[in-house]
């Protein structure tokens, strides 16, 4: 039988993924360890717990995988029959979830949401900080157990039609046109840029939540001067026509790029920075010239959805998150890139 200190929750009274998720978190916090001391500790043990995994798997409503529930739990000091017991644990919550979406899927197709309703499996939360993100269903995110449902073959036949319609679509704005664009010959700088938002005149640099619910790196905005003075550096790269990456460049922890969280394709994804991968749409965005409502700006558009980047309310504040929101004509989409003074790299 497991010996479990005090302090560690147990995972046993979980009954949803969204349970066992929390009592994760709460684990974490009852450790007072930050992502690094617990990634130095997994390192220490033989496991791989990169803090960028550890903070995505935190922040969600997923289960983490085993190896990553195993390595957390070693981390924060606890045995091996514990560890067997949040491995049980998970392995409970996603079987229960996984009959629940077999039940969902022989029920009776419910009548499809008008346009602009709100997705299946999604519904509109306000977080603390006053903002909506497309919360995931507690079966752990959209098609994330597809594998498991009958809807399988057709829920992968909308998604090829969905990112060949997404192509298209995409291919024609790099080509230009509309009232608002000007000419695809006005490009961006590229190298070192300066990223500042049209509506509030605040530039792009590293952050964190506002609401607190997590200590990991965000894009957000602050005053320009401040986000000149420390790191990161932000960088443009070309990869295509119209198609660029924007990357980050830390003293510390490397060079890295600003991607849509979890490649996610509806409203209400932040964006944060993490490893670049090559043929990673969620790290490419269409840099797409307009000129309304202010001359001379671009809209940041995520390859993989075709969104924009906008901001999470209150957006004009110092600190507001970057984030992907469905393209309006508004100011809080529209970025001015220039080139920094310091040159390209």
Known sequence: MATRRADVPDPRSARTETEFVDALRALKDRSRLTYRMLAERAEARGDVLPRSTLANALTRDAVPREDVVAALVRACGCDEDVVGEWLEARRRVVSVAAERDSEAAEAPAATAPAVGATAVGATATQTPAGSFRSA??????FLARAGRMRGVR???????????????????????????????????????????????????????????????????????????????????????????????SHPEHGTGCLAVDEGGTHDGYLIAPQSCTEDQPAQRFLVEPVDSPAEDGFRLRPLHSGKCVGFVDPAKAPGAELVQSSCTDSAEQEFFITARPDGAE
Not at 163 to 182: F, H, K, P
Not at 189 to 200: D, L
Request: hydrophobic share 40%; aromatic share 2%.
């Open 136 to 141: 995931r269903t507690r079966s752990g995110g």
């Open 154 to 248: 057709w829920a992968a036949a909308a998604l090829v039609l969905g990112v060949l319609v997404a192509g298209t679509v995409l291919s024609a704005l790099v080509r230009g046109g509309g009232e608002d664009r000007r000419s695809a010959d006005r490009l961006p700088p590229e190298g070192r840029v300066t990223v500042r938002a049209a509506h509030s005149g605040l530039c792009l640099t590293e952050g964190r939540e506002r609401n607190k619910r997590s200590d990991r790196p965000l894009a957000v905005q602050n005053d320009c001067e401040r986000a000149a003075a420390s790191p990161p550096v932000t960088l443009l790269e070309r990869v295509d026509d119209g198609i660029y990456r924007l990357k980050w």
